[in-house]
């Protein structure tokens, strides 16, 4: 990207003249940010990136590469210091593995002293030191999170977190593989930057994307059936933790962010992990989420997470996030059937939220498949009428919030010559018990939000339901 004067990087605009953006600070994703590694990895075919005990005959080293670009880069009093200190230890790759705990010693004394001026360097270097010991860097990786999480909460400095969050993407990109298997030791450094502590919003979504890319492994076919619903189960966890108080919101959207950009992947689409994150979202839901009178705090977090990527994909990207959806649907209707529950009846009006929200949210524009939505809304449908009495005894159940709204919604965004064969089934179902308590209501929402279609949906049923209660 071309510079300005002011020496920022400004972006260009294809095929368009005009004025560059003079803005003082690009935010860039960290999804992006973790794509363009490899590029930036000039040493990445020059030796491998792991390092044996017993082999160390390459002698290639990042740190020391690093320590002599920034020789020429940046000359402050501590930079300079700190360089001095470091030349001597950073000869070759053996001498670094000889002495990593004092060349970690020399990075916590340095970066603990917060001076802006030799930041930069500092955590672009530390993060080259991770990268030539690969493995071997574990009994550094907590303390040199704390540092990096430390400035990035601390210091509001716009291009001090950006340099924080640079560190953050490298460290975790080079640890990856070291990280994975179990997350919860990572999430616990980074959940104070998420919310868990009082923090500023950008602050939260910063830390959110960072972790990201590690629930993103998670979601790998060699972790999804360990690590990703043990870090899952984990969050949620830690998030019931803090019910009630001041931090809760902050930390609540925190993971909601966490969750939804581990699913997105480069422009529009879903990452490859995406389905199976989504759907270990549902998976850990237990009994005692189902149980409560309020709508519990998980099931709000995979609606928030389902809104985010709805707003991120396009018709041709969100399917197969929908397909999720679509089978827990159709798993809440099997269970609800085998067993009527309280508990099985709460988990089927869940999954009718979810589909109203993916009918709704920019309009429907990203369903590009109707009829298995409408199917999945009918057959959940068809199994409350058979169990009206359990709906009757229930009516702590919200059911017009998750079932009937749903439905409403579904009705105005639908292509009308879909939706033309499953409009009897639907008013037959509303207009009988257990759901006809709420039919009036559903009349008047749907009049209002669209009254054409009512007129040529609902109307004939609302006229004949009033001729009936006259009689």
């Known amino acids: 990207m071309p510079v300005n004067n002011s020496g920022r990087i400004v972006k260009t605009r294809k095929g368009k003249k005009g004025t560059a953006h003079q803005k003082n600070h690009r935010w860039e994703s960290f999804t992006t940010k973790i794509s363009k590694l490899n590029s930036l990895d000039p040493i990445r075919r020059v030796r491998r990136h792991d390092i044996d005990t017993e082999d ?76 030539d010991l690969g493995a071997r860097f574990e009994k550094h990786y907590p303390k040199s999170l704390e540092l990096i999480t430390s400035i990035a909460g601390m210091l509001q400095d ?62 790998a076919p060699a972790h999804r059936s360990t ?18 108080t001041k931090e809760f919101g902050l930390y609540y959207h925190g993971l909601m962010t966490l969750f939804a950009e581990a699913m997105k992947g480069n422009g529009l689409s879903v990452h490859t992990t995406g389905p199976a994150i989504f759907k270990s979202l549902f998976l850990a839901l237990e009994e005692p989420d189902l149980e409560s009178r309020e709508s519990s705090v998980w099931m709000n977090v995979i609606c928030g997470v389902l809104t985010s990527i709805i707003h991120h994909c396009s018709s041709d990207t969100f399917p197969e996030v929908l397909d999720v959806a679509l089978e827990n649907a159709k798993t809440s209707v099997e269970l609800f059937q085998q067993d009527p529950s309280k508990c099985s009846l709460r988990r089927l009006l869940l999954s009718a939220r979810v589909l109203g929200i993916a009918a709704g949210v920019r309009k429907g524009t990203r369903v590009k498949t109707w009829t ?48 033309i ?30 009254a054409e279609r009512f007129r040529s949906i609902a109307l004939p049923y609302f006229r004949r339901s009033v001729h009936f209660s006259h009689i």
Request: net charge negative.
């Open 372 to 419: 298995g939505l409408l199917m999945a809304m009918a057959s959940a449908l068809k199994a409350i009428t058979k169990h009206s009495n359990l709906v009757l005894e229930n009516e702590d159940m919200d059911v017009w919030n998750y079932l009937i709204l749903s439905i409403s919604i579904a009705f105005q965004y639908a292509p009308m010559d879909t939706l």
């Open 56 to 131: 160390l005959s390459a002698t290639t080293s990042y740190l020391r590469a690093g320590l002599d670009k920034w020789a020429e880069l940046n000359m402050s009093e501590g930079f300079i210091m700190f360089s001095r200190e470091m030349s001597d230890l950073t000869e070759s790759l053996p001498q670094i593995v000889h002495s990593e705990d004092k060349i970690m010693g020399l990075f916590v004394t340095y970066i603990e002293k917060r001076e802006r001026e030799s930041l930069e360097p500092l955590l672009e270097l530390l993060t080259d030191f991770a990268h």
């Open 158 to 219: 716009v291009a001090v977190i950006e340099w924080s969050f640079t560190s953050l993407a490298f460290m975790f990109k080079y640890l990856s593989k070291l990280l994975v298997p179990d997350l919860r030791p990572t999430y616990d450094l980074m959940a104070p930057l998420l919310g868990k502590q009082r923090q500023k919003p950008h602050i939260a979504r910063f830390a959110a994307e960072a972790m990201s890319f590690l629930i993103k492994k998670a979601g």
């Open 227 to 244: 690590s990703l619903p043990l870090i899952v189960e984990y969050a949620k966890k830690d998030l019931q933790s803090i019910q009630g």
């Open 421 to 450: 064969t499953f409009i009897s089934p639907f008013m037959d179902s509303l207009t009988k018990d257990p759901l006809m308590t709420w039919f009036l209501t559903f009349c008047s929402y749907f009049s209002e939000v669209d």
